[in-house]
């Protein structure tokens, strides 16, 4: 059963970078995607970005553009999320999940998020 | 891309049932039948619910129903029980290759 584990809470400055990690336990990427989202205080889940390992591509919220980075080591089974130019609005927690979905042809479908990992909490202040 | 619409809240007592309605637009919703619901306890991460529009992951009771008309999604509970308690998001596929979440629907159980 494969697990997901985060890395641990972060405390940055503004105008900084944070960058997560998620490592899957008793599995691999396989041929999954892995998605990253983020819940502010009282706030709904936010939709960040999403990687398929095997074939490098991402792709991110039109939000998030230029700020975020995704990255993914399949040696290791583990993905990553870097923000950069951080911001007070920027305190959330911070979530993986693995991603599943379909594919046709050169077509990709990956959507549901059927495994998640236990969130990390970022926190920007000055 | 826009959040999907939710309602805020929804209520309902013990045996009751409730539906909750996602509201996209034809670039999301209305365009694909790839529409997943989340439960989220408080503190808690999100689990998946139902997924392609009305399917769910085992382990989920069969008191959890999906369906889809146009640009509308919608998770219907029955028999609620008090720890469906939850708030609960929709999810969809989007022409743009990314994904989108509806604002969230609190469910207080009477």
């Known amino acids: 059963q494969v697990q997901l584990v985060q890395s641990g809470a972060e405390v940055k400055k503004p105008g900084s970078s944070v960058k997560v990690s998620c490592k899957a336990s008793g599995g691999t990427f396989s041929s999954y995607a892995i998605s990253w989202v983020r819940q502010a205080p009282g706030q709904g889940l936010e939709w960040m970005g999403r990687?398929?390992?095997?074939?490098?591509?991402?792709n991110y919220a039109q939000k998030f553009q230029g700020r975020v980075t995704i990255t993914a080591d399949k040696s290791t089974s583990t993905a990553y999320m870097e923000l950069s130019s951080l911001r007070s609005e920027d305190t959330a927690v911070y979530y993986c999940?693995?991603?599943?979905?379909?594919?046709?042809?050169?077509?990709?479908?990956?959507?549901?998020?059927?495994?998640w990992g236990k969130g990390t909490t970022v926190t920007v202040s000055s | 891309q826009s959040a999907l619409t939710q309602p805020a809240s929804v209520s309902g007592s013990p045996g009751q049932s409730i539906t909750i309605s996602c509201t996209g637009t034809s670039s999301d919703v209305g365009g694909y039948n790839y529409v997943s619901w989340y439960q989220q306890h408080p503190g808690k991460a999100p689990k998946l619910m139902i997924y392609?529009?009305?399917n769910r992951p085992s382990g989920v009771s069969n008191r959890f129903s999906g369906s889809k008309s146009g640009n509308t999604a919608s998770l219907t509970i029955s028999g609620l029980q008090a720890e469906d308690e939850a708030d609960y998001y929709c999810s969809s596929y989007t022409s743009s290759s990314t994904q989108v979440f509806g604002g969230g629907t609190k469910l207080t159980v009477l």
């Open positions: 990687i398929i390992p095997i074939l490098g591509i991402a």
């Open positions: 999940a693995r991603v599943r979905g379909y594919s046709y042809g050169s077509d990709y479908y990956y959507y549901y998020m059927d495994v």
């Open positions: 392609d529009v009305s």
